[in-house]
C-alpha cells in the first residue's frame, strides 16, 4: 500500500504557543487529504478535507482560525494547532488520497500532541 | 453520512478463523464498504474494500449481503498481530469521500 508520513512523531508544548504537523505522501500524490483527531479510548474524528491548492472544508464544530490546515502540494499538507490549549492534547492522524472512483485512503502514522 | 454498526469487542483463538460483522442498513447505492484497523497509538492499516461482490486479498476476505445492508470481514487464521480494533466504513462518493468512523471492534487474539 501506499506510505503517509508525519512529523513530529510526538510534541510537547507549552500552553499557547502553535505547533505545526507535517504529513506526506511518499510514493503516490495526494490530491485530497483528511485531518482527523482521536481522543484516548476514542474512535477517529474528521476534522477537516483538504483538496492541494484549495482552501480546506473543516467539519462542523471544528474551528478553521484554530486549526490552519495547508495543501500547497501534491505531497505535502499541514496542520498548525495555533494558540494550543490542554483540550487540544490528543492523536493527530492525517489521510490521504489520489482521487478515482475507487480509492482508499492511505494514513500516516499519527502525532501525539500533549500541551502543557 | 451513512453510519455502521459493529460490536465492541470479539474473541478469538489463535490460527482459528474470524468474522468481523459490520451493518449498514442505510447505505446508498454508490457507497463503498472499507474496512481499516488500527494498532495503539499507530494510524488505520487498510485492509479491504469492496461494493457489491466479495472480495479477496492476502489479508483478509469481505463477504457482502445481498442486499448490501451488512458485511462481513473474514480473517482466515488469526494471529497475535491481528489483534487490533477494526473499523467498517461506507465511503460516500456523492460528498467529497470522507470517512466517518464508528466505535469499531476491538479484536483479541487468545494464544
Known amino acids: 500500500g501506499a506510505v503517509v508520513s508525519q512529523h513530529p512523531s510526538r510534541v510537547i508544548c507549552k500552553s499557547g504557543t502553535s505547533v505545526k504537523i507535517e504529513c506526506r505522501s511518499l510514493d503516490f500524490q495526494a490530491t485530497t487529504m483528511f485531518w482527523y483527531r482521536q481522543f484516548p479510548k476514542q474512535s477517529l474524528m474528521l476534522m477537516a478535507t483538504?483538496?492541494?491548492?484549495?482552501?480546506?472544508?473543516?467539519e462542523q464544530g471544528v474551528e478553521k482560525d484554530k486549526f490552519l490546515i495547508n495543501h500547497a502540494s501534491l505531497t505535502l499538507s499541514t496542520l498548525t494547532v495555533t494558540s494550543a490549549h490542554p483540550e487540544d492534547s490528543s492523536f493527530y492522524i492525517c489521510?490521504?488520497?489520489?482521487?478515482?472512483?475507487?480509492?482508499?485512503?492511505?494514513f500516516g502514522p499519527g502525532t501525539r500532541l500533549l500541551v502543557l | 453520512d451513512a453510519k455502521t454498526t459493529q460490536p465492541n469487542s470479539m474473541e478469538s483463538n489463535e490460527e482459528e478463523p474470524v468474522h468481523l460483522p459490520c451493518n449498514h442498513s442505510t447505505i446508498s447505492g454508490t457507497d463503498y464498504i472499507h474496512w481499516y484497523r488500527q494498532l495503539p497509538s499507530q494510524g488505520p492499516e487498510y485492509v479491504i474494500h469492496?461494493?457489491?461482490s466479495n472480495v479477496n486479498n492476502r489479508m483478509a476476505s469481505l463477504a457482502i449481503a445481498e442486499d448490501r445492508k451488512s458485511s462481513t470481514l473474514i480473517l482466515h487464521r488469526a494471529t497475535l498481530r491481528d489483534a487490533a480494533v477494526y473499523y467498517c466504513?461506507?465511503?460516500?462518493?456523492?460528498?467529497?469521500?470522507?470517512?466517518?468512523f464508528g466505535t469499531g471492534t476491538s479484536l483479541t487474539v487468545i494464544p
Open positions: 483538504s483538496n492541494e491548492g484549495s482552501k480546506a472544508t473543516y
Open positions: 466504513i461506507l465511503r460516500a462518493l456523492n460528498t467529497g469521500n470522507q470517512f466517518y
Open positions: 469492496g461494493l457489491t
Open positions: 489521510g490521504g488520497a489520489s482521487g478515482g472512483a475507487i480509492e482508499t485512503q492511505y
